[in-house]
Antibody, heavy 119, light 107 residues
């Protein structure tokens, strides 16, 4: 079975950094584009970032560009999201999701991990 | 690129629910739809406008033309109650775009 398990969330102060991880299993990881999507409390889904199969191509949403960095390690079947200069408005549940192509659709999602930014 | 969804739709059990997604010339893009229940992972319910993933009942269908995409749920059940989001890939900005979501309430 396809499994995506996020980790690394928690409570941090504004301006601090965090590293989120997503461990994948049950499929050929290096064949899929991977994504981060978040949902702030009471808000809708917001796409955060994508990384191509080999890690060469990365894309970011406007609200996180310059502060977040996505990467992947195909030897560990994992993706990561380095989140720097955190803001209160970055408080959200962060989901990782896979895309069988690039810009196709997100067919499997993890259960999500909560990041709370508060002083 | 902006996708516009009505905040809410309400239907009685057994009726047909339609969630719309408006966007400039959205008919030229492929639209995906996701169902999201509180505390759960989002679930893909429609891709490439009108293709159903395995496990999604035939009651779910999709269409896309001109400036509006539509997710139609026939014979609505209590278990269909959720937030539904449309999504497209905007090749102009190389970004995924989500609509604001529509909350489906089953009366």
């Amino acid at each position: 079975d396809v499994q995506l398990v996020e980790s690394g969330g928690g409570l941090v102060k504004p301006g601090e950094s965090l590293r989120l991880s997503c461990a994948a299993s049950g499929f050929t990881f290096n064949s899929y584009t991977m994504n981060w999507v978040r949902q702030a409390p009471g808000k809708g889904l917001e796409w955060v970032s994508s990384v191509s199969t080999g890690g060469t191509y990365v894309y970011y949403g406007d609200s996180v560009k310059g502060r977040f960095t996505i990467s992947r390690d195909n030897s560990k079947n994992s993706i990561y999201l380095e989140v720097d200069s955190l803001r209160v408005e970055d408080t959200a549940v962060y989901y990782c999701a896979r895309d069988p192509g690039a810009g196709n659709y997100l067919d499997y999602w993890g259960q999500g991990i909560l990041v709370t930014v508060s002083s | 690129y902006v996708l516009t969804q009505p905040p809410s739709v309400s239907v009685a059990p057994g009726e047909t629910a339609r969630a719309t997604c408006g966007g400039n010339n959205i008919g030229s893009k492929s639209v995906n739809w996701y169902r999201h229940k509180p505390g759960q992972a989002p679930v893909l319910v429609m891709f490439y406008d009108s293709d159903r993933p395995s496990g999604i009942p035939e009651r779910f269908s999709g269409s896309n033309s001109d400036n509006t995409a539509t997710l139609t749920i026939s014979r609505v059940e209590a278990g269909d109650e959720a937030d539904y989001y449309c999504q497209v890939w905007d090749s102009g900005s190389d970004q995924w775009v989500f609509g604001g979501g529509t909350k489906l309430t089953v009366l």
